[in-house]
């Protein structure tokens, strides 16, 4: 080997490092080397050795006779930096875990809140954001029809949102956030108006609702949907805070105009609900503008169908979510058997009562998943800097053997929050004080198989939210539209043939598919989580 071949190593070995950092196999250093534009015949002429795979293998040992720390190219110094002080090694494997479980679950409880707070308000006063105890049952319909189209139509981009505004944020392109954020939420508002006229449409053709029905229901579909688009980038932004006050303040002010003033309650929740995200809004634009004062503008936008492309999926999942979470109201209340009903879909009491009831499983379970999720990331984060590339399989059962003790947590609060489910709806001190009425055996006998449903469907949805971190959503996607299908076959069956409040088990039936499915596909993850890992990057 000549003087100037050696010195072509020397060359060769610092600009492998510069590329990748530390490899973590020879034939990471064979695919640099071949990037380079070095051919076969360059690795005898220029380096001494025979072939591109012995010019590799020299390279890839040479690099165990220097410190790890040298080998990392100036990113991954910064990187591992940045990914120490998030994790802090010392802290998160220790009695610190109490605390840790503390701060997430109320994290979790807080994304929550503008919902739990409507059920507090509606209990103490009789009145929140977008409901009202003393509405007579067409009044409740066309409410709460719109509000489930207000969600349904706004959940996929929702979801949208949420992933590309945080993927941007993380990467610090600020300007590109901002482009999505409102880019997102005008295409949100006009898919609504969209839904609305095509809904305005159908009922001229065929007369189901009158006219003013019909715009009601809109109204409270569009405000509850753009009161959804705007406080998604709350969340994705880390602002949640912001996303708790805006709806809190707009809360307060539908029940001080409701207790000190003539206003109906139509315009009182309108305003109350434009006003919430009115804030939201203009604490975005605030924010923004802090965030960009000192960046420069860079003039660039994302490729329409490589974006549709990315979110496609996830745009589906989050629709289906909402459309498999209302579907057996929907079919209930659209049921003639038991019951008569004026109109092609109208409302039902006792069966909503007992589906309010049983969601605070959902509500309360979203505690333990945001902790479960946080603690998951954490784990994976430190035991991948923790452990060989040749010694895979040890990473592996790790992160498995924390997933079975976030099981076991997730059914340990289960059975808490089930108990107390019980004790609200039995004791004197629970249902029958807030709203002065007891429950009939209807809504209990819906509470109990939907509370069930709920609790199928939280693990379900826990289970994607591991999927989800490394990119894997199209098995979520199959899952949730099986589900859908089995909860809309079963739910109609039986709420024609039985009794319409057994559309209920079709929700039950499908959230348990939904949870099978979701199991299977999470347990295969993790048996392969290294492969998933390193194939995200």
């Known amino acids: 080997m000549t003087k100037d071949q050696i010195k072509a190593i020397a060359k060769l070995v610092v600009a492998v490092k510069e590329r990748n950092g530390k490899p973590v196999n020879v034939y990471v250093v064979a695919a640099t080397i071949e990037s380079f534009g070095i051919r076969e015949v360059d690795a005898k002429e220029d380096y001494g050795f ?20 040298n080998l990392k190219n100036n990113n991954q110094r910064v990187a591992e930096a940045k990914t120490y002080k998030r994790l802090a090694l010392t802290e998160y494997i220790t009695t610190k875990n109490t605390k840790r479980f503390l701060v997430d679950y109320t994290s979790g409880l807080l994304h929550l809140f503008p919902v739990f707070l409507q059920v507090v308000a509606i209990i103490l006063f009789g009145f929140s954001l977008w409901t009202y105890s003393h509405f007579n049952n067409l009044q409740s319909t066309a409410v709460v029809l719109g509000v489930i189209i207000g969600f349904i139509s706004s959940a996929g ?4 949102l949420g992933k590309q505004v945080s993927y941007y944020w993380y990467n610090k392109d600020y300007h590109m956030a901002k482009h999505s954020t409102v880019q997102i939420i005008k295409n949100g508002t006009i ?32 405000f509850i949907g753009f009161l959804l688009l705007v406080l998604a980038p709350l969340y994705a932004l880390k602002q949640r805070w912001m996303l708790s006050f805006s709806v809190f303040a707009g809360t307060v002010l539908a029940l001080l ?4 003033t003539d206003m109906h309650p139509y315009y009182i929740h309108w305003t109350g609900i434009l ?14 503008h802090f965030k960009l004062k000192n960046e420069t503008a860079v003039k660039k936008k994302p490729k329409v169908m490589l974006s549709l492309y990315r979110n496609f999926n996830y745009f589906l999942y989050g629709t289906f979510i909402f459309l498999f979470v209302f579907l057996d109201r929907i079919v209930a209340w659209s049921s003639t058997l038991n019951r008569d009903i004026p109109y092609i879909i109208y409302y039902e009491k006792d069966y909503e ?40 399989q040890r990473f592996n059962d790790k992160m498995k053997k924390m997933y079975y003790k976030h099981l076991r947590l997730f059914a340990i609060s289960a059975a808490g929050i089930a108990v107390l489910l019980y004790l609200i709806v039995t004791q004197p001190w629970g249902y029958s004080r807030g709203f002065d009425e007891i429950l009939s055996p209807l809504s209990i006998k819906v509470c109990i198989l939907g509370s069930i449903g709920y609790l199928f469907l939280s693990l379900g949805m826990l289970n994607v939210l591991y999927l989800y971190t490394l990119g894997r959503h199209r098995k979520p996607l199959v899952a949730i539209i099986s589900a859908f299908l089995v909860n809309f076959i079963i739910g109609v069956f039986l709420s024609r043939w039985v009794s319409y409040e057994y559309s209920v088990m079709g929700m039950l039936v499908g959230s348990l598919l939904f949870a099978i499915l979701t199991t299977r596909e999470t347990y295969s993850f993790f048996k392969n989580l290294d492969y998933y890992y390193y194939a995200s990057y």
């Open 50 to 69: 025979e072939s591109i795979m012995h010019l590799s293998n020299y390279i890839y040992k040479a690099y165990d006779a220097i410190t790890l720390a």
């Open 157 to 160: 981009f929702v979801q949208v």
């Open 353 to 392: 009562i007992g589906m309010d009831l049983a969601i605070l499983i959902f509500f309360l379970l979203g505690g333990v998943m945001e902790y479960a999720i946080h603690s998951y990331i954490r784990h994976m984060d430190f035991h991948q800097l923790q452990t060989k590339y040749s010694d895979f």
């Open 257 to 260: 105009l409701h207790f000190y």
């Open 275 to 288: 006003v919430a995200s009115l804030i939201s809004v203009g604490y975005i634009y605030s924010f923004f």
């Open 191 to 222: 898919a609504i108006l969209g839904f609305f006229i095509f809904s305005l449409l159908i009922n001229l053709v065929i007369p189901l609702y009158s006219l003013l029905f019909v715009v009601i229901t809109f109204i409270y579909a569009l």
